[in-house]
């Protein structure tokens, strides 16, 4: 729900006429530290990304998934002053889902895309981390923030400093 919420949101600033925040926009997801959580991070956005991409036709699950979309549009639009409508903002993201940019910012060799993390350059960017998201980066335009790091046994003082950080 976090990356329909982010689709959505992204669509609302492109479309509001009152907001000159530019056109593209991040989401950092913070995951564990574990390369491999990261490509399953990566994965899993994909997944609904490919949801969304409906050149190849539109079946039952495309067709779920575009309602969700559309309700979650409703609830997020009925708070906010405004005269755009939630089928414009799915017609908008179902235009604009091809530009996306999904993108592992964890090692050295990835410094490429921590930039365009950092600065992004298409309408929907997913950044996925870990510790050198702890590190601290400056993210332009960061519209939304999934922190999905596990902790082993239980919460400790620590996690809680770093999850108020973040």
Known sequence: ????????????????????????????????GQTNDHIEDEKSVNK??????????????KKKAIESLHGEAEKILKNLDGDISAAE???????????NEVLIINHK???????RSCDPESKFVFA????IVSRGLT??????????????????QNTYIQRARM
Not at 109 to 115: F, L
């Open 48 to 61: 609904v990304l490919r949801t969304f991409n409906i050149e190849d036709g539109v079946d039952s699950n």
């Open 109 to 115: 060799k990835d410094k490429q895309n921590v930039i």
């Open 1 to 32: 729900m976090a990356i329909y919420r982010f689709l959505i949101r992204v669509a609302i600033l492109n479309l509001s006429k009152e907001h000159n925040y530019g056109n593209n926009f991040s989401m950092l997801i913070h995951t564990a």
């Open 89 to 99: 903002v799915v017609e908008f993201v179902l235009d604009n889902i091809s530009h």
């Open 128 to 131: 996925i981390g870990g510790n």
């Open 139 to 156: 993210f332009n335009n960061l519209l939304s923030f999934f922190f999905s790091r596990n902790v082993k046994n239980k919460l400790q």
